[in-house]
Nanobody
Framework: QVQLVESGGGSVQAGGSLRLSCGISVAPGQAYYSTRCVAWFRQAPGNEREAVAVIDTDGRIRYGDSVKGRFTISQSNAKNNLYLQMNSLKPEDTAMYYC??????????????????????WGQGTQVTVSS
């Protein structure tokens, strides 16, 4: 099983920026196959969990419509850290943000690739609050 730990959340004013980080690891003695889809999701109270950004196994990136042009997903060369740079934040970006990984070698390039059910392992989340 993959362990994911998010950090970097906080409170900012509208127009500000935050950078989220996610450390990815496995239990000692286990192998981590880095060829897998990774993603950031978010969930606001009363709302469904939605995809913010996804990197598929070929390195292609997709963003949710509401964050295109403002957010950037990236990962370290060793693929054991995932990042989300968030600029021009809006109050509607307020949510708990989660990083997630899919099963190794699973193709997430299709329509279901941005659905929560495609991803197996999740972090505990980090809260982002944007005030107007």
């Amino acid at each position: 099983q993959v362990q994911l730990v998010e950090s970097g959340g906080g409170s900012v004013q509208a127009g500000g920026s935050l950078r989220l980080s996610c450390g990815i690891s496995v239990a000692p003695g286990q192998a981590y196959y880095s060829t897998r889809c990774v993603a950031w999701f978010r969930q606001a109270p009363g709302n469904e969990r939605e995809a913010v950004a996804v990197i598929d196994t070929d390195g292609r990136i997709r963003y949710g419509d509401s964050v295109k042009g403002r957010f950037t997903i990236s990962q370290s060369n060793a693929k054991n850290n995932l990042y989300l740079q968030m600029n021009s934040l809006k109050p509607e970006d307020t949510a708990m943000y989660y990083c997630a990984t899919a099963r190794a070698f699973l193709n997430c390039g299709g329509p279901t690739g941005m659905l929560p059910r495609t991803f197996n392992d999740w972090g505990q989340g980090t809260q982002v609050t944007v005030s107007s």
